[in-house]
């Protein structure tokens, strides 16, 4: 089976089971571990952040965040499609009391500046006001489209002028990089917090970072814990993450591979597909008469997995244990399947 589901189904290199296994370990919780605290400072100066905070998962980080950006009752400000919105169970609104304003962006998921000014809320005595505006690049549920760094700071500049704060979810930061032919922290400067994944195309076994200013991070270091997310020798799941940040420049090799399965899809009948800009394409099914689940049974039957995105689009993303030979199989396998 080849698995195009997610860059999160990467499993760890040889390395990072090696640097797993020799971890040098303490108790985090206590500021002890040595692997922790290098991981975080590594991921810190990539990010152009003062310190960073090493976290179980995306979710959590996003989560701390907005806990720590935020009070209860205000509003989050983010793009209608956006994980943070979408996917993470209502925790806006469950964990940190706050009801959420989305905006519609498309196609690419770029929030404009007119759409912030337009939609901030200022506190009065009837209003809570915005807490925290959020942003996502890549944009994930729009194709994983690789938003431009002056994109991000103009969004991000009305919400600061209002003194409103801004996270950055960037999950996949680092295909955006890639894409764009620039640095991580060019993304960074203009918002008060971002969050990356190892975990996904950067290929380790767990975890992300959030990062920010010293004191931001401090008060999520203790969300953070109030989440249940302080762990103990956590060395043995950051060494391995500290390898992943040497992996973003490999994140081309995906992005070619995206671009070649994308070709591949696009010349079968029936199959509409959107130019991939990183490691994410999606294909529009409705022109074979098939609604998504439909077309995933048939692929999977054939030896390809995917995912479905809404009722018509299946979402397929290209990661480090799919290679260009395994591409064109998918390819073959897809045809076989609907062709
Ligand atoms: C995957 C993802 C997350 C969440 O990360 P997990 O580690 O799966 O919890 C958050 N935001 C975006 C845009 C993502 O793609």
Excluded: W
């Excluded at 806990?67 to 993470?88: I, K, N, W």
């Excluded at 729009?142 to 103009?154: H, K, N, Q, S, V």
């Excluded at 995105?309 to 045809?335: G, K, N, P, Q, Y």
Aim: hydrophobic share 45%.
């Amino acid at each position: 089976m080849i698995d195009l589901r997610s860059d999160t189904v990467t499993r760890p290199s040889a390395a990072m089971r090696e640097a797993a296994a020799e971890a040098d370990v303490g108790d985090d919780v206590y500021g002890e571990d040595p692997s922790v605290n290098a991981l975080e400072a590594a991921a810190a100066d990539r990010l152009g952040a003062e310190a960073a905070l090493f976290c179980p998962s995306g979710t959590m980080a996003n989560q701390v965040a907005v806990r720590t950006h935020a009070e209860p009752g205000q509003e989050l400000l983010c793009e209608r499609l956006s994980h943070v919105y979408q996917y993470e169970l209502g925790g806006a609104a469950a964990l940190s009391g706050l009801q959420t304003r989305p905006v519609d962006s498309p196609p690419r998921g770029v929030v404009t500046p007119e759409q912030v000014r337009a939609n901030l809320v200022v506190e009065d005595d009837h209003r809570a006001g915005t807490g925290l505006l959020a942003l996502e690049n890549t944009h994930n549920s729009r194709g994983g489209r690789a938003i431009e760094p002056d994109a991000i700071a103009a969004a991000a500049d009305v919400a600061r002028e209002a003194d409103v704060p801004v996270h950055l979810d960037g999950a996949r930061l680092a295909n955006a990089a890639v894409a764009l032919d620039v640095p991580v922290d060019r993304f960074t400067h203009a918002v008060d917090s971002v969050m990356l994944s190892l975990s996904k195309g950067l290929g380790a076994p767990v975890g992300s970072v959030l990062a920010g200013e010293e004191g931001f991070i401090d008060r999520a270091r203790r969300v953070r814990k109030l989440y249940g997310g302080g762990m103990r020798q956590a060395g043995v799941v950051a060494a391995p993450g500290h390898l992943a940040l040497e992996n973003v420049d490999r994140l081309a090799e995906d992005h070619a591979n995206a671009g070649r399965l994308a070709d591949g899809l696009a010349a079968i009948d029936g199959l509409e597909v959107q130019p991939p800009e990183t490691n994410i394409v999606l294909v529009d099914v409705d022109g074979l008469g098939l609604d998504v689940e439909a077309f995933l049974e048939r692929i999977a039957d054939a030896g390809v997995e995917a995912t479905p995105l809404d009722e018509t689009t299946a979402r397929f993303v290209t990661h480090r244990d799919v290679d260009r030979e395994a591409i064109d199989e998918s390819v073959a396998a897809v045809e076989r399947a609907v062709g």
